[in-house]
């Protein structure tokens, strides 16, 4: 099935199930890839980035329902495999290299929100190594776990995951927590913050974590997007931007990060109810790193984005600049040659 083929597929069906969702962008961009349905309801996805050969590289997305689980994709959107069942995934990202019994491993983090716990897999196999999870939210009434991002600090390589829930105090709304492995191919997590304003509008899900910057972006939906130091180390919880609060038409949704360099790119934040994507100066503007006006308001094909993921390393045709990829209601993901995407910033910007 071709990917127009695919895309018409996905309208019907967008129609059929809903006349509340926002409609498909008569200019909105054709994705270059719409992947097969999954069963119930993507969510939020993430590009695994292959050691030795990125042509190989792989998509991983959540399917969000009790019976729900995490998929993997292939760059040409087949699914090629299902992780086990988890009880109503949300968001998921990826680490490189977390030690386990002494290996280097690359997994997969995901909330699991109907057991407040975090899971962890192993990439490209999606073995668990989480012994069930571990718990999040400890001791809060206010769990619910939705949004995911995982820092890697560049000093030392610590990993860490930064999770945010559903409803929860403004201040520490979201809590950071070291991942570690043990000694029987396990991974835990150790609370080391709690952070982050929140305006009480709605609810919190996106998170990014640009590593090289050292920042993590979250979108405080119906307010704007919120800006902080990622490293707990440094004890500082102010937060250093907020941004975007008149750009969306609603909520302020999924975040990616597209790196050009190590300290540029761009900021791409799903304005929901527009089906359409905001873009931001990664490396802000006017000299001031943590000044992010809008450049470029981006029309695409998907249907009230929740989440998006981004990456400039060559992937091969016709992925050779880089992707970017963003979950459509339909249970699709959409991928975007970026070369589209830049042209399309570039047009805006003139």
């Known amino acids: 099935m071709n990917k127009y083929c695919s ?8 129609t059929s199930c809903s006349t509340s969702l926002a409609p498909l962008r008569k200019d909105g961009l054709k994705p270059t890839v ?3 349905t999954v069963l119930h309801d993507t969510d939020d996805p993430a590009i695994w980035i292959h050691p030795t050969d990125p042509k190989q590289s792989l998509v991983i997305g959540t399917d969000k329902d009790t019976d729900g689980g995490l998929y993997v994709f292939n760059l040409q959107g087949k699914i090629i495999k299902k992780s086990e069942t988890i009880k109503r995934p949300n968001n998921v990202d990826i680490a ?5 019994d002494g290996v280097a491993t690359d997994v997969a983090v995901t909330t699991e929100r109907e057991t407040n716990k975090i899971r962890i897999f192993s990439l490209p196999d999606l073995k668990p190594l989480d012994n069930g999870g571990f718990p999040v939210f400890e001791g809060e009434l206010e769990k619910d776990p939705m949004g995911i991002a995982i820092y890697t600090r560049p000093s030392d390589k610590a990993i860490f995951a930064i999770v945010g829930r559903k409803s929860g105090p403004s201040g520490s709304y979201l809590w950071q927590y070291e991942l570690k492995g043990t000694n029987n191919t396990k991974v835990e997590g150790t609370l080391v913050r709690k952070f982050g304003a929140y305006s009480g509008k709605k609810e919190i899900e996106a998170i990014a974590v640009d590593n090289e910057l ?6 405080d939906e119906q307010f704007g997007i919120r800006k902080y130091k990622a490293d707990p180390s440094l004890n500082d919880n102010q937060e250093i931007a907020l941004f975007g609060q008149k750009d969306c038409k609603a909520d302020h949704e999924g975040i990616a990060i597209y790196k050009a360099s190590a300290t540029t790119g761009y900021i791409l934040v799903s304005n929901q109810q527009a089906n359409s994507f905001m ?3 990664r490396e802000g503007s006017n000299g001031n790193p943590n000044e992010h006006k ?4 981006v029309p695409t094909s998907t249907i009230e984005s929740d989440g998006a993921d981004a990456t400039a ?3 091969g045709s016709p992925f050779d600049k880089g992707m970017f990829m963003a979950m459509s209601n339909g249970k699709t993901f959409h991928f975007y040659d970026w ?5 399309a910033i570039d047009k805006k910007k003139k």
């Open 34 to 36: 719409v992947t097969e």
């Open 313 to 315: 390393i060559n992937l």
């Open 294 to 297: 809008l450049l470029a308001e």
């Open 279 to 281: 873009v931001y100066a």
């Open 7 to 14: 895309l018409l597929i996905v309208t019907a069906f967008v």
């Open 96 to 100: 490189y290299g977390l030690t386990i």
């Open 214 to 219: 050292g920042a993590v972006y979250y979108s």
């Open 339 to 343: 070369k589209i995407i830049q042209e």
